[in-house]
């Protein structure tokens, strides 16, 4: 049986994004942990050079918990749509462009499914993934991942959530996770079952493994 170590103290939560900070800060908030981010820390965002989800959130972690002396936990995820090879995958964010202006890149997606003829739900496949990796400073890291499975609907809808969620609906729901409330997209159903989202399905696995609730 694999042995997990316990997340305790202060975490540097390894991101620059605000719509994943808002998101791990919901998740983490039941366990008692002192969360600071990466941008309040004033750290420098690591170059992304890996090959896999797994990868970049290991070099983001890495990277935050050599900066601060801390643990740092890191989530690299991205969108992989079928009917364009899985892309943008990792380039998720850099279809975005350096402004991080999600409204082209919602174009890109239609534009790039229309020139293949996708057009029907079965032809607009496409699943989230979500890698979560705990780097600690003296080198041992642990990885989670968590996937949902869903099509890309004819048009965005939807005004929560953050980059391609308006566009974005998971199987068996009829919203979009731009339609969704923060706790229908990633919240931790009572009864203690993984939630809908990629990243609430990583946290899920993470929790068990690495965080007690405090008493
Ligand atoms: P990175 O992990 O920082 O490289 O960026 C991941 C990118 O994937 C984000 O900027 C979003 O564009 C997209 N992404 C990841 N998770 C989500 C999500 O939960 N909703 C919508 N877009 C997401």
Not at 110 to 120: D, F, H, M, S
Not at 154 to 166: I, L, S
Request: proline fraction near 8%.
């Amino acid at each position: 049986m694999t042995s997990h170590r316990l997340l305790t103290g202060k975490v540097v939560i390894a991101t620059h994004n605000p719509g994943k900070l808002r998101e791990m800060r919901e998740l983490m908030a039941p366990y008692g942990i002192e969360l600071v981010s990466a941008g309040e820390l004033g750290l420098p965002e690591p170059e992304e050079d890996g090959h896999m989800f797994a990868e970049n959130a290991a070099i983001k972690a890495v990277a935050a918990t050599r900066a601060s002396g801390l643990p740092a936990l890191a989530d690299d995820s991205g969108i992989c749509i079928d009917a364009l090879d899985g892309a943008p995958g990792l380039f998720s964010a850099n279809w975005a462009g350096p402004g991080k202006d999600f409204a082209p890149a919602l174009a890109r997606v239609q534009a790039e499914l229309a020139k293949r003829g996708a057009t029907a739900p079965e032809q607009r496949r496409a699943h989230f993934v979500s890698a979560l990796v705990i780097a600690w400073p003296d080198g041992h890291q642990e990885l989670f991942e968590g996937r949902v499975f869903g099509d890309i609907v004819a048009a965005p809808r939807g005004p929560g959530g953050f980059g391609y969620d308006p566009i974005f609906r998971p199987d068996g729901h009829e919203k979009t996770f731009g339609e969704m409330s923060a706790a229908e997209k990633h919240g931790i159903p009572a009864d203690g079952s993984p939630g809908l989202s990629h990243r609430a399905r990583a946290f899920h696995i993470l929790a068990a493994a690495c965080l007690r609730a405090p008493a």
